[in-house]
């Protein structure tokens, strides 16, 4: 079956630590999404790629560094600046036409020890 | 970008059909309206997309005016497991930017 795949499930990070999220996709989509979303709150976009080797920030980016060397990886590191990086990220794709829907993961969330 | 509003929460009963409505006034030429499910502790779900007038799957039914200011999700016979929050999305206006709002957290009562 195709999908995206988030993992860990559970993360705890240190204070002054910086953490990984693994985002993996077999949909053989161009485009992939990082989202945090806070307790009842909607998504916010973090970070976003259109195409390999290339990606852009979005609304919430402070504290955050993106990679796309493969389509179907892109990871998110959750630096030590950002100050509150409690919450659950959500990574997404899509194919790279517009207005096709996004394919979501089952998240990670992430806890301050 | 166009911003979407809806309704913060709804309840209903199970067996009844529900709607809920979208308002996205500054909709652009080249957007699409989709809609998704999110239950707690999971990644939204892609349930319809539409461009305008009626699309309709095997869970909902999307209705879109001629002038496609609005739209509304009609999920029919309702259960309790539809209980989730259901976002409206309209994009991406040549980015690849969405917009996520609050949703509508719905809660199907027995």
């Known amino acids: 079956d195709g999908g995206i795949t988030q993992s860990p499930k559970y993360l705890f990070r240190k204070e002054g630590q910086n953490v990984t999220l693994s985002c993996e996709q077999n949909?053989?989509?161009?485009?992939m999404y990082w989202y945090r979303q806070d307790p009842g709150q909607g998504l916010r976009l973090i970070y976003y790629?259109?195409?390999?080797?290339?990606?852009q920030k979005g609304d919430i980016a402070e504290g955050y560094s993106v990679s796309r060397e493969k389509k179907e990886s892109f990871p998110l590191t959750v630096t030590s600046a950002q100050k509150n990086p409690t919450a659950f990220y959500l990574c997404?794709?899509?194919?790279?036409?517009?207005?096709?829907?996004?394919?979501f993961g089952d998240g990670t969330r992430l806890s301050i020890l | 970008l166009a911003k979407t509003t809806q309704p913060i929460s709804m309840d209903s009963y199970e067996g009844q059909e529900v709607n809920i409505t979208c308002s996205h006034n500054?909709?652009?030429?080249?957007?699409?309206i989709t809609w998704y499910q999110q239950f707690p502790s999971q990644g939204p779900r892609f349930i319809i997309q539409?461009?305008?007038t009626k699309v309709t799957n095997e869970v909902a039914s999307l209705f879109i005016p001629a002038d496609r200011k609005s739209s509304t999700l009609s999920l029919p016979r309702v259960s309790l497991s539809d209980t989730a929050v259901y976002y409206c999305?309209?994009?991406?206006?040549?980015?690849?930017?969405?917009?996520f709002g609050t949703g509508t957290r719905l809660k199907v009562l027995a």
């Open positions: 949909l053989n989509h161009d485009a």
């Open positions: 539409g461009y305008k």
């Open positions: 999305l309209v994009g991406p206006s040549g980015t690849y930017k969405y917009i």
């Open positions: 500054n909709i652009a030429t080249n957007d699409y």
């Open positions: 997404a794709s899509s194919r790279d036409s517009l207005g096709q829907p996004q394919h």
């Open positions: 790629s259109q195409i390999v080797n290339d990606f």
